[in-house]
Structures are given as C-alpha cells and as structure tokens.
C-alpha cells in the first residue's frame, strides 16, 4: 500500500503522511525563547529539537493546503533525524519484493530514500531522484561542515551520505511480519510493528524511528492498531534476503503433494550494536557486543504448511584487539589491547547473552593455529572459553553438561592439500553430534485446503510448533567473512539434511546448486557492507569448485578492499555512527501531540472515574513429589484447604505448582508423559470441590494446565469470575542439559482478569549444594526467555507469583543448621539462606518479594516421617520450595506448609490480596471524547496541521497544578506571576531598619558561599569619616557598608587639586529616594527627587548638557575594606573604558586613588569642593559644547572621549 506525501508551505511548513483513512502531521516547533539558541552560540547544533504530531482522521485534518511532494507515493518512512540543528523526515522512496518467506510474508529491499527538512525549504530541490538504486556509498562524507558557502551545490545536503547508505541496496523492511526476530521467536498473527517485538540490536533505524515508537506509546490502544496497520512505521534491517523458488520437480518433500511451488529464503540480519567497517570495528566493546555479528536463517516453506527454519551466528573474535589498515599485507599487524583480566568479563557478557537467546553455543573457530596475529587470538580465545562459567560441568542425571562448547577448525591448513576447499567438508565431522543434538524449528501452520490455500479458521489458531532448535553454532574468522560464509553453508546443508532424514526424504542436485547459489549471494552482501568488495572463495560456494576466473576475481577483490579500507572506510564510518546516534553532539528529535499527550495523561490521573477496583482472593502452593505417585490417593485438604482466616478459605483462583511429578530418570527428561499430570488434576479438583461443598462454596473449575516432563502447573477457578478472565495463556522454557532437557525449567500461565494481568510461574531449578549461580542462571533464562503469545514476557503483568524447587539452600553446616532448627533460630538460618542473599545482591529475582519465613526447612525429610535426612549423604535442610511475589497490588497474608508427608519435601502454600481493576471501556472512551473536545477549546487551533504562529509551549496549555499549593504550568500565553492583571512585587523585608542586601553575595544563589543575605550598615556613625575611623571600625569586626544604591551614583569627571587634597568622607546610609538623586552634599543639602530621564538618543542638546553637568558634581569617599569598587569616569590622560582606579593600601585602610587630571583640569575654576560640605553645585556652562556619539561616548573640552554607560543599542557603520 503506497502512501502520500504532502507538503505545505505556509502559514507553518508541515508535512503529512497520508493514508485512505488517517494522516500522520508534522509540524517543526520553533524554540520557545531565541536566546536559548543564541546562548548556546556554535553549540546550537546539539540542542534538541522539538516538532509537533498529529495522528488523526482525515476528516479532522485539513489537507486543503498541501500539495503532493511525490506522486509516486512513499513506501512508508524511517523516522527522524536531526543534524547540524535541522530536522529531517526519512522516507522510503523506492522498494523492490525480494523475499517470500511464507504465505502473505513479503520482504522488500529499500533501493531509494528521500530526506526532508520540516523547518526549512533549503534543501527541497536538492539530492532529490540524483542517487541511483544501487550507489556506492565509499565516498567519504561530511555532515558537520555543510553550508550554503562551504560546498558546491550538488554536495550540499546535510544528508547526502546518509542516502547513499540507506539506497545502497543492503536494508530491508516487512510490512507484513517482523523482520528482525526469527521465525522461532515470533508468531504469524503478530503486527509487523510491535514495540515490544522488535529486536533492537537488529533494528537499524532505531534511533530515527525512536521519537515515533515513544509518540506510538502514548495513543489510545485503538489508535495503536489503526497506526500499525496503516504501514506508516516501518522497521529496517541491514543485511540480506533472498527467496529461490523450488519448483515441484526439485522439492525435496515428495511425500508432500502439492501442484505449488516451495520456496527456500536466507535472512542474514546484521547486528547494529557495534556496526562498522573492516579496520575500523573489530573484536568486543564493554558490553559484550562483537563486531560483524550476522544472525543467518535458512527458511524452508513448502506449501503443504510445513516450515523448516535453522538459524547460526557469526561474529568477531570476542576479545579487545585492534588490526590498522595498511596497503602492504604484512603491515596489517593484530594487537591485543586488553589484559586476559579486563578482558573476561566482557566475554561472559557476550556468551551468557547468547546462551539466554540462542541455548547452548558451540564455538567453531576458524583462525590459525600458527599463523601471526591469529594464533595469539586463537590462544587467548581459548584461555577465556576455558574460564567462562558456562563452560562449567554439570552433572545431570548422569550426564555432563556443558552451555558452552569449542571446536578449533585451521579452514587454511585443512584445505591447503589437493583437495582444496572441499576438504571444507571434514568439518562436519567435528560437529556432527551436536549438530544432531541442536535439531532445527519445525511448524504447522494448520490444515489446508486440497489448492494449497490456507483455511481463515486455521489462521487465526496460527502455527502449531513440532519441533525447536536448542542450540547454535558460532562460527568466526578474521573477518567472519569468506572462510565463514564457506563454513556456515556446510552446516546449513547439514540441517537441512537431518530434516529429511527425519522425514524420509533426500533433495535431489538442483535443490543444492539453489542452495548454495543463495548462500554465496549471501556472502557476496555482507562482506560488501563489511570490507567493500564481495566475498572472496564465492566461486567454490556457488559451483562447488574453484576456477581460474574464480581466483582471478579474488585478486581483484583483495585489491579493492585494500584500496576501499585504507581511503573510504573512515567517511563509511562516520556515515554509520551519524545513523545510529553516535556521535557525541548529536541530539534526537522530540515528538509531542498537544492534543493526544494530554489526553492520556488526564486518563491516567482519572482512572478511578472509568474503572473500579475489586479483590480477588488468590492461593498459591508448591510442592515436590519426588515421584510419589501413591499420592494422589492421600487427603490433600491440610494443604489446598488450610485451617485459616475463612476470608481466605474461599480464594477466587488457585495455583498448584508440582514438581518431581514423576521420577526423573535419563528416559524422562526427553519427554512428557501427560497421565500423571491428569491423575493430580483430578485429586486436586477432588479436594478443592469436597472442601467448598462442606463450607458452602461454589465449586471451582480448572482454567488450563501445563508441564515440562516433571514439572506442572494447574490454574484452577471458581465458576462466578470465569466471565471475567480472558486470553489465558501457557509457555514452558526448558533449562536442563543447556536447555534441551526438561528435567528443569519452567511452565507458566497467564490471564488477564478484568484488566489486570496475572502471572503464575512453577520452576524446577538445578540441584547442588554450591551450585547458586546455576540457579541465579535458571532464573535469568526463565524470566528472559519464557514467552507468550505477541512476545509477552513474565515482566509484562501487574501481578506475578513464582512458586517451585528453587533449590537454594543454607549455607551452613550441617550440625549447625539442625541445632538452629531445634533451637527454633530460624532468622540465623535465614540471614544465611541463598536465596536470601541471592536477592540482595541483585542475583536473582530482583524487585521480588518474600513473606517472612516462620516454619521449618521443607527439605530433605524421611519419607512419612518428620524427620530429617539421615542417609549416607545427609542432605543439609533447606528451604527449597519458595513462593515469592512481584507488584504493587499483591497483598500476602499467609505463608505456611501442611503436614503432608508421602514424599521428601513438605508442600508450602501462601493466600494473597489483589487488587484488580475492571475498565469501563465505554466510560473510557466517553471521557477520552470530552478530554479531547476540551483540550481542543484550550489550545485552539495549535497542532501539528494548524494554522496559527504561537506554537512555542502548546504542551503546557490547559494542564491543572500539581498540586493544590501550586499554581498552574506557565506558558507565554499565560503566566501565573500575572494572573488577576497583577504585576509581580517582591514581598522581601529586611530583618532590622539598619540592615541592606549583601553586595558581596554571589548572583547565582545556588553557588556556595559564606556570606550572609543581609549586612548592617551603621547609621550612628557621624556624617564625617576619616581614614583611621574606618580603619577602627573595620578592627572591632562590624562591617559598615554603604547603601546598595550609593555605589550607583557616578562621580564627578572633572577634579582640582584643592579637590584631590581634600580628606573624603564616608556619606550616609539614605533612604531609596535619596540614594537616586546626584549627591552633592552630604550635610547641608536636601536630596534632589528622581527624574525620569529620557533615552540619550531622544534628547535635546541643551537637555543634554544639562544631564552632564548634573553628573559633574560627585564626592570623594572613603572606601571601607568591605565596600564594592565604584566605576569612575577618568580623563582623556587616564585609563579609557570605565575602569576603577586603583586601591591605594594605607595602615590599616584601603581608599580609592583619585583618578589623574590634565592641566587643564586642575586648573579649571569648576572644582571648588568645600571640606565641610563637600562638593558645591558646578556653574552651569552654557558656552560648551557637550556632543553625544550615539549615546555612548561624551566629547569634553579638550577633545578628549570617556566611555559611559548607555543603554541604548550601537549602531555599526
């Protein structure tokens, strides 16, 4: 489906993505004050920017004023990006189908982008259509320089180079699935844009898609689905996909009939997490993220609804080493950068991630043994295998278990004989066994119809799982290039092989020329992306032999990349890290819809108006049988019906978690057997219904049960809250023997009930007395890798509760831990419990919650006794069997075991409180209407498609205060400070008459300092001050400073000698009025009133004069150790530019040194001070000529200019 592009150009430049029925706004804010742009000064470019979206009906969005940018139409966009301040809207110009995965899962290759500028027209006519489909992108780019002046035209666009990339042919993108999970990891009803799908590593455009997954976020669920299905959004993956057909005659399910066509495809997803090219991205990051990693998937569909799927991984070699590029071969020298030290713990990162994704990992290195540079990776690569945890032996029924494996396959020496690269093959040999032991995923997607079509009602049941893969195989080289891509089509081959095998079936030899002419296509695109050039050896991968111009075409290659790694990759580089958000100035885009943030922040804080609460009672118990079949025969009521509070005799939901539900033998683990599963349901059914008939309670029905061989779990509930529980879901996760054993693991049910999401989860996990981390590992992968339908993971409820086998144990001795339990010291025993450490620690089970313990260790007793193990191995007690919690609505209010004693292990039970809440869905959306009507009067017309300018603080527009003490937020429409008309007045007061603001305080009040708010000044003090009073008052400690205004007043510009040698004096404090008059005596003469003056520019030339002479007449003063310096004028002689004078240091005072005065100065009959009174009123000139230059430089007699202070603005020639 193509959609419109439309654009408008005025009143505010918007964009629209436009469907059949919606339309998707954009508008650019621009900030809300102009100087936070300036201040930022070259900065700017890294300052956020801020645009406005709108999702809404194409009826409530005019479109009257926008034209078509293509009329082609678009593919769908990428997101945004910001760069160098602006900001641009991705979209996909041109798309090409190249994969069919299944039936009605299309994969389309991206050939071309456009990008657009939402708050300039700069660039519209430039780049556009320029690029072909498939262009290189070795040019070196330069996004940090672009200007109008800087480039030629045709270079110009800030992102030139990001087009080049993103048209260069090496991205894709589905709408119809989810491209960057595999077919194992993901369901056929799932949208192809699911935030909580999506694989991130994988995910390409992440960061320009990211402001637009948040927006997603924050719509109504209605508006979610209406938003993914109109294929706006789309997720792009770096890599390669291709699909060959396989016509009838070549398939090789003959068994199968079928008049179709099947269809072999290979999806190579490229990881984003440390992309990069050859020399410029090597080795492991901190995080454990490789270089080069590839996920490949081989897919196999016939048409009859069967669907293979085998997936293994490449990545760098997971060590800290760097390799410089050079144009001679033997300067290419590998160096090792981190201890072996710092160097483990990335590595266990790297592994343990991939053991929770992919199962068990076998390593398959390819490097040298004793070639330079390879051999040390080699020696080191093995020394961190050997000190990973995962490598650790386990002893498991028997059988050892090991989650990480290597094999050390020399691809050079193996194939340096007259074999050449067949001798490739040996490898299987190498691997064969656990090739077997990791199978391969196999689905049904249901029955079909005799033409090969799907059934709507099969459909929508979706896939039905046969079989999963259990493990993975890692395979490296150098580069994960040429030797690997050779090696994983062996293995491919391999899998595919065993699938027939299963089935009865061999392929005949043009299915595997398709094979591996796939295969090399393969390796051919991603050593493109990586080094340049195609894969080196794709000869031999497509035709199983090397040939002449298959070496001659090697040669080449060699070449370019020489030339492409030591010259371009530095720009493919950067091109690369602008992509993902790298760099360090680099800032996303922020989206807010007015209109739709405020409605979902309004729902949430008016829940309570659309929704009720009620409680649901719940109980829960755990209990391992140790195989005790004879049990089901026994009472059970001691423990599903309990002697408690009656409130909590009649739960709405219970929870039976079993584990051990039969003997765990080296047949059983393989398998489930469902008939001891049934026999416990029915005697627990049994009991539950026999207790509610005697206390008058309704009867219960069992909601859904599961198990993993010895593991169950059964969900029973009463018949009166069935109608309120829906979309009740099962999952099982295996963890033994790497998980291919289900003697541990995990089953889970979910519900929602009303609007609440309930979790329970009964796990099994591993036994050992010193083996914590092995169970802290069960937990992890339970809790990543345990999934239900549409991806939900056990983290994704309201409420969760775990109850099993934890297996944990006390870390005491033996003796001691039987003295405590006969002492009744069970808080001893519990500071010292694993489990309990584990958790605080952050190990295991964090955000988790535990009642405290107040009954004895549950394991292990004597069989129908009460007593504790007494045979050869005299098992410590423990309190292995566990029931803890996670959410905020869980209130537990038992925690107890029963007296049940046909096995080893004493059943534990606890009964909690949930709070549940029940949505009135019609309520809800009524509200969401007013909300909106409302929000709608409030802003006006401000949104992303409005009309209208004041756009700057639309999503702070009719938001309520926090709370009641608050005012509301402020907005340039509306300030609290000025509500009512009212302008602000400050309503500070000093603490006594005699004190004034401290000047010496600094202006930033959150800056440290010892100085106090307030200072006093000493009004007492007589009206004549010489140098040695200030200098006694200083030495008693008082500090006597001026009033704040007094150091304002400008002195006189002119002096005499007389007035130089006069004594100065300190003035008075006055009043606020006073201090703005000019200060011409101190004693004698009465403050002159303010005038409001007028600007220098406005006024005439008399009044001018006027004005100066009023700033002659100035005082000499005593400046206190204390007292701010005072600006002063000074002559044409002196210092220019307002600087104070300099301090003159006496005994025991400091006085400002009298400025220096011409000639002519000194002898200018105008300075005529008086000692008693200070300075009389100067004459009035009326000869002289006073000028004003713009108000900022006064001309005196002598020609000479001193600066003063002016407000007014200069004016530039």
């Known amino acids: 489906m193509s959609l419109r592009l439309l654009l408008r150009d005025h009143p505010q430049r918007s964009f629209a993505l436009v469907t059949d029925t919606h339309a998707l706004v954009f508008r650019y804010s621009i900030p809300s004050t102009t100087a936070d742009t300036l201040s930022h000064g070259s900065n700017a470019k890294s300052l956020a920017s801020k645009c406005m979206v709108e999702f809404a009906t194409l009826e409530d969005v005019d479109l009257a004023d926008y034209r078509s940018l293509r009329p082609s139409g678009v593919h769908g966009t990428l997101g945004l990006i910001n760069i160098n301040a602006d900001v641009f809207l991705c979209v996909i110009s041109g798309a090409v189908r190249v994969a069919t995965v299944r039936s009605n899962e299309t994969v389309q290759r991206i050939l071309s982008v456009e990008f657009y500028c939402l708050n300039k027209d700069d660039y519209d006519y430039e780049l556009h259509g320029e690029l072909g489909p498939y262009s290189t992108d070795y040019a070196v780019p330069n996004l940090h320089d672009h200007g109008p002046d800087s480039r030629d035209p045709a270079y110009e666009h800030p992102c030139h180079e990001l087009k080049k990339i993103l048209s260069g042919g090496t991205f894709y993108y589905s709408v119809d699935f989810d491209l960057t999970n595999r077919l194992q990891d993901r369901s056929s009803e799932l949208s192809a844009f699911d935030v909580d799908n999506l694989e991130e590593s994988f995910l390409w455009n992440s960061y320009m898609i990211e402001p637009l997954i948040k927006f997603r976020s924050r719509l109504a669920a209605h508006q979610k689905v209406i938003l993914d299905s109109s294929r706006i959004l789309t997720s792009a993956i770096r890599g390669f996909v291709s699909t060959i057909t396989i016509p009838t005659s070549s398939s090789p399910l003959r068994a199968l009939k079928s008049n179709l066509p099947s269809t072999l495809t290979l999806i190579s997803r490229l990881s984003c997490r440390r992309a990069g090219t050859r020399f410029n991205s090597r080795g492991i990051d901190d995080d454990g ?632 869905e019609s309520r809800k959306q009524s509200l969401s209407r007013e909300l909106y009507a409302k929000r709608k009067v409030d802003i006006g017309d401000t949104t992303a498609n409005a009309r209208n300018d004041n756009v700057d603080d639309e999503d702070l527009i009719g938001y309520e205060s926090i709370a009641p003490e608050l005012p509301p937020a402020s907005s340039d429409r509306r300030k609290w400070w000025l509500d009512n008309g009212l302008p602000a007045r400050s309503n500070v007061r000093p603490p006594n008459q005699n004190s004034v603001l401290n000047m010496n305080r600094p202006s930033n009040p959150f800056t440290p300092t010892d100085e106090s708010d307030w200072v006093v000044v000493d009004k007492t003090a007589p009206k004549e001050s010489s140098i040695s009073h200030t200098t006694s008052s200083a030495s008693r400690g008082s500090r006597t400073l001026p009033s704040p205004f007094e150091s304002c007043q400008p002195l006189s510009s002119t002096y005499t000698r007389d007035s130089m040698r006069a004594p100065a004096t300190v003035p008075e404090p006055r009043s606020r009025a006073s201090s703005q008059a000019s200060n011409i005596s101190i004693s004698s003469r009465k403050p002159v009133p303010p005038v409001p003056k007028k600007p220098a520019l406005l006024t005439k030339s008399s009044d001018r004069r006027l004005s100066q002479d009023s700033r002659d007449a100035g005082t000499e003063r005593t400046v206190s150790a204390a007292q701010p310096p005072v600006m002063q004028r000074v002559s044409s002689d002196g210092p220019k530019g307002g600087f104070p004078a300099p301090l003159q240091r006496t005994a025991g005072s400091i006085s400002r040194a009298p400025p220096r005065q011409s000639p002519a100065q000194a002898a200018s009959p105008r300075s005529n001070p008086t000692e008693a009174d200070g300075p009389s009123l100067p004459p009035r000139r009326t000869s002289a000529s006073v000028q004003s230059n713009s108000g900022l430089m006064d001309d005196d007699d002598n020609d000479g200019a001193s600066a003063i202070p002016s407000l007014q603005p200069t004016r530039r020639p």
Not at 485 to 495: C, H, R, V
Not at 640 to 651: A, F, G, K, V
Not at 820 to 826: M, N, Q, S, T, V
Request: net charge neutral.
């Open 289 to 920: 993220n490789v270089a080069n990693f590839v996920e490949t998937e081989t897919v196999f569909y016939h048409p009859s609804s069967l669907c293979f799927s085998y997936a293994q991984i490449r990545g760098s070699v997971p060590l800290f080493w760097e390799q410089a590029a050079g144009l001679i071969p033997g300067q290419q020298k590998i160096q090792i950068t981190r201890s072996p030290e710092a160097t483990q713990p990335a590595f266990d990162k790297h592994f343990e991630s991939l053991e929770v994704d992919y199962g068990t990992v076998h390593i398959l290195n390819l490097l040298s043994v004793s070639k330079p540079g390879e051999a040390e990776l080699t020696a080191r690569y093995n020394y961190h295998v050997q000190h990973s945890p995962l490598n650790q032996v386990v002893d498991l029924s028997g059988k050892s278990e090991h989650r990480l494996l290597e094999s050390q396959f020399d691809f050079h020496v193996e194939t340096k004989g007259p074999g050449g690269y067949e001798a490739a093959s040996m490898v299987k040999r190498l691997i064969q066994h656990r090739a077997d032991g990791f199978a391969y995923f196999l689905c049904e997607e249901g029955n079909r119809s005799s033409n090969g079509y799907q059934d709507e009602k099969a459909a929508r049941v979706g896939p039905v799982v046969i079989l999963q893969q259990e493990g993975i195989f890692r395979t490296n080289c150098l580069d994960c290039l040429d030797r690997t891509n050779l090696i994983q089509t062996i293995i491919s081959q391999m899998a595919l092989e065993l699938f027939l095998h299963h089935r009865n079936e061999h392929a005949t030899a043009d299915f595997w020329v398709r094979h591996s002419s796939l295969w090399a296509d393969n390796g051919d695109a991603l050593s493109k992306i990586y080094a340049g050039t195609g894969a080196l050896k794709s000869s031999f991968t497509r035709h199983g032999k090397m040939s002449l111009a298959g070496a001659i075409a090697d040669a080449r290659k060699s070449a370019t990349r020489m030339y492409i790694n030591n010259f371009a990759d530095k720009g493919r580089q950067n091109t690369i890290d602008v992509l993902l958000g790298r760099l360090v100035d680099q800032q996303p885009v922020h989206l807010y819809d007015p209109i739709a943030d405020y409605v979902n922040a309004e729902l949430k804080r008016r829940v309570n108006d659309y929704s009720t609460s009620d409680v649901v009672q719940i109980w829960a118990g755990t209990f391992n049988l140790n195989g005790r079949g004879s049990g089901v025969k026994e009472e059970l009521a001691a423990w599903l019906w309990p002697e408690i509070n009656r409130s909590q005799q009649h739960p709405g939901i219970v929870a039976i978690g079993f584990q051990e539900i039969v003997e765990l033998s080296p047949q059983q683990i393989m398998s489930t057997d469902p008939v001891r599963r049934q026999a416990w349901e029915n005697a627990a059914r049994r009991t539950l219904n026999s207790s509610a008939g005697k206390n008058s309670s309704e009867e219960y029905i069992l909601l859904r049960s599961g198990q993993l061989v010895g593991a169950a779990l059964m969900v029973f509930v009463k018949a009166s809250i069935l109608h309120k529980i829906k979309n009740v879901e099962g999952s099982v996760k295996k963890t033994g023997m790497s998980g291919m054993a289900g003697n541990k693991g995990a089953v889970a049910i979910r519900m929602d009930y009303a609007n609440t999401r309930i979790c329970f989860v009964t796990a099994h996990f591993a036994a050992g007395f010193a083996n914590y981390d092995e169970r802290n590992r069960d937990y992890h992968i339970i809790s990543h890798g345990l999934r239900f339908q549409r991806n939900r993971s056990i983290d994704d409820h309201d409420a969760i509760i775990w109850l099993g086998d934890f297996n944990y144990r006390i870390g005491l001795s033996n003796d001691k831990v039987r003295r405590l339990i006969k002492a009744g010291d069970l808080d001893t025993l519990y500071q010292n419990d694993q489990l309990n450490l584990q958790m605080v620690a952050g190990h295991a089970f964090p955000y988790y919650s535990e009642s405290r313990i107040t009954f004895m260790p549950t394991y292990k007793y004597e069989n129908g006794t009460d007593d504790y193990d007494s045979s050869e191995k005299v098992r410590i007690p423990a309190w292995c069997d566990r029931i803890l919690r996670k959410g905020g609505i869980l209130k537990q209010i038992n925690y107890s075991t029963a007296p049940l004693r046909f096995s080893d292990h004493r059943p534990v039970y606890a009964t909690f409180q949930c709070a549940v809440s029940d949505v009135d």
